[in-house]
């Protein structure tokens, strides 16, 4: 059975995933707690929560550029900081999210309770029941429920906004901090859990349909329209309600944008509010229930947990065992207080984020040189470091009970890890290339180099070639002394023969004839030496960077890489196509970079297997 997911969602199912996973508790239930603690100023510490989450969401965008494979998070921190620190990450995550979607269910349970006078819980286990229905029949629908759940939703917060500025008095701003402008930085930890959401993309990043672009692109659009409906929302609701949002915690709104709506649109405005509020605990529980059961599948494909976890359905391509083990944890979470827990889930989401820039930081300095994303990081590593303190800051903020659950979690994930998926799995990761920089010392096989090509190839969808199987199987020499033009021929002759029933003489001969006809060199970095053999059906290729460069000629002194081409006449059209192919790649304006940071012969192999050109 294939264990690839199927790659079904688009630009618009990333959008709608990412804002739905954000509108919900963060809209409908914590402004009034927010008001409470800071006053109008908690319009500033929405915007504050914004522009940190920025810095994590930037960094996630980048790594889901680079590695767009199910798991997210996960899989960045296990590829950058290994498999121990990826399996507490991994599985607090899973936590994290999946209780999320525990408390989106409940929320939307006491709404629809409004209307349906049913138990509380019996309404949330149908509602969980019903997603994981859909979540199993495949991701394109889910997809598309989302698409109607968020635009609906969009729709109506809209409507709320330009109804509700006509009605707005300008007196509830003021004074707009009373509690001191340190209360404004407070309350951006209680709102940041808002901006969790955007951390659910990367965990169906595999199932994207062109996932450097629709990826990156969604995050940010969800970002900055959610952004936009937090502060307009909040701002309209506190002109509308002011100190009637709540003066104490025991009297906070637990619904201020209803409570909202019933000032200025009436019963009306209520039910269609209400109704708001169902449509995003229904996107945010259905968002979670897709992304939280990645994450079991993404460890199971490491070996770090059991193998079962990562079962695909033979119709759907659905990951129906996580799917359905996600659902049950969510459904016996309804039984549980949760009140410390909830810190503990939003204090998750914060090291989340933290993951997130540390991940960039150590993949960037390892120089790991298949780390290839398509979308960059501007501002780095400023981005990240500012991010990593105002985290840290939030973290702090959460309170003790929560940092010590959290930290209760990451020991239970150690020891899943030591006691399970130690004796399964060893694998490389950046942070060991970065060691390696540092104290100069060879002690890595390359498999975290081949693990990223084989994800570059499936993410830009490479399809191998007659080129590519010529540059796997034949010889790459890395020459470190200066040469000149007599000493490189002897040195191809040489290797060739070995390979060819011609002389090393004859090849030798052919080469210094071709090079006296015009200079094979094509710029000061490049040359193509190339010679037609006696025969039929034949044709080789050796490639050779000379770190400090090859004399071929009194113009050309420096040259360090050189494709040596050789080939029967009947193979004429395939040696101008692997010129033309060298040609492209060459063009990459990283291209010599990569070429003289090459660790080694593999790694040279690959700046040529990934570079950009048109497949034979």
């Not at 930085?185 to 199932?207: D, P, R």
């Not at 470091?385 to 800051?393: A, D, P, Q, R, S």
Request: charged share 20%.
């Amino acid at each position: 059975m294939s264990r690839s997911l199927k790659k079904e969602l688009g630009l618009l199912d990333v959008f709608s995933i990412a804002s739905g996973a954000m509108i919900s508790s963060g809209l409908f239930i914590l402004p009034g707690l927010a008001y409470v603690q800071a006053g109008p100023g908690m319009i500033l510490a929405y915007m504050l929560a914004g522009l940190l989450a920025a810095t994590g969401m930037l960094s996630q965008s980048e790594l889901i550029s680079a590695m767009p494979k199910a798991g997210g998070t996960y899989f960045f921190v296990a590829r950058s900081m290994g498999p121990g620190v990826g399996t507490i990450d991994g599985l607090i995550e899973w936590f994290s999210i999946s209780l999320k979607s525990a408390f989106a269910l409940i929320g939307m349970a006491a709404f629809t309770r409004l209307i349906i006078d049913v138990d509380i819980h019996v309404i949330a286990v149908l509602f969980c029941l019903i997603f994981l229905a859909l979540n199993i029949i495949g991701a394109k629908e889910t997809g598309r429920f989302q698409i109607v759940i968020v635009f609906v939703l969009i729709g109506l917060l809209i409507f709320y906004i330009f109804d509700g500025l006509i009605h707005i008095d300008v007196n509830n701003f003021t004074p707009f901090a009373p509690k001191g402008s340190v209360s404004i930085f407070s309350t951006a930890g209680l709102v940041f859990v808002s901006y969790g959401g955007l951390l659910k993309i990367g965990s169906i990043s595999e199932e994207t349909k062109n996932p450097t672009r629709n990826l990156p692109l969604g995050m940010i659009l969800s970002f900055v329209v959610v952004g936009i409906l937090y502060a307009l929302v909040v701002f309209v609701t506190t002109g509308v309600l002011g100190n009637e949002l709540g003066t104490t915690v025991e009297n906070a709104s637990l619904t201020p944008i209803t409570d909202g709506a019933a000032v200025f649109m009436g019963d009306l405005g209520v039910i269609a509010l209400t109704i708001a509020a169902i449509l995003a605990f229904v996107s945010t529980a259905n968002a979670g229930v897709l992304s939280a059961s990645r994450y079991p599948l993404a460890l199971s494909r490491d070996k770090l947990i059991p193998s079962f976890f990562g079962k695909l359905s033979k119709r759907s391509k659905t990951p129906y065992i996580s799917i359905l083990f996600t659902g049950a944890f969510i459904m016996l979470s309804f039984m549980l207080k949760l009140d410390i827990l909830v810190k503990a889930a939003s204090t998750v989401i914060i090291f989340t984020y933290i993951f997130s820039c540390l991940a960039v930081i150590i993949l960037r300095e390892s120089r790991v040189q298949n780390y290839q994303p398509k979308f960059k990081s501007p501002l780095y590593p400023w981005v990240q470091i500012i991010g990593i303190g105002g985290f840290l800051i939030l973290v702090y903020e959460m309170g003790l009970e929560a940092i010590l659950v959290s930290l209760g979690l990451g020991f239970l994930g150690f020891l899943t890890y030591w006691f399970y998926g130690k004796k399964k799995t060893e694998s490389e990761y950046a942070l060991l290339h970065l060691i390696e920089r540092i104290t100069n010392k060879q002690f890595l096989t390359g498999e975290l180099e081949s693990e990223l090509k084989d994800i570059i190839r499936e993410r830009d969808d490479i399809v191998k070639d007659r080129f590519d199987n010529l540059v796997e199987d034949r010889c790459v020499l890395d020459i470190e002394q200066k040469v000149n033009k007599e000493e490189l021929f002897k040195i191809i002759a040489k290797k060739v023969s070995e390979k060819l029933d011609i002389t090393d003489q004859t090849i030798y001969d052919l080469l210094t004839a071709r090079e006296a006809e015009s200079s094979t060199a094509l710029t000061e970095f490049l040359a193509i030496p190339h010679i037609i053999i006696e025969g039929e059906k034949t044709f080789e290729m050796l490639i050779i960077r000379a770190k400090k460069g090859i004399e071929l000629s009194e113009d050309h002194k420096d040259i360090k890489a050189i494709f040596v081409l050789l080939g029967t006449k009947d193979e004429r059209n395939f040696h101008l196509r692997v010129i033309s192919a060298i040609a492209q790649i060459v063009r990459d304006p990283d291209f010599e970079k990569r070429w003289m940071d090459a660790k080694n012969p593999e790694n040279l192999r690959d700046v040529i297997l990934l570079g950009k050109r048109v497949r034979m």
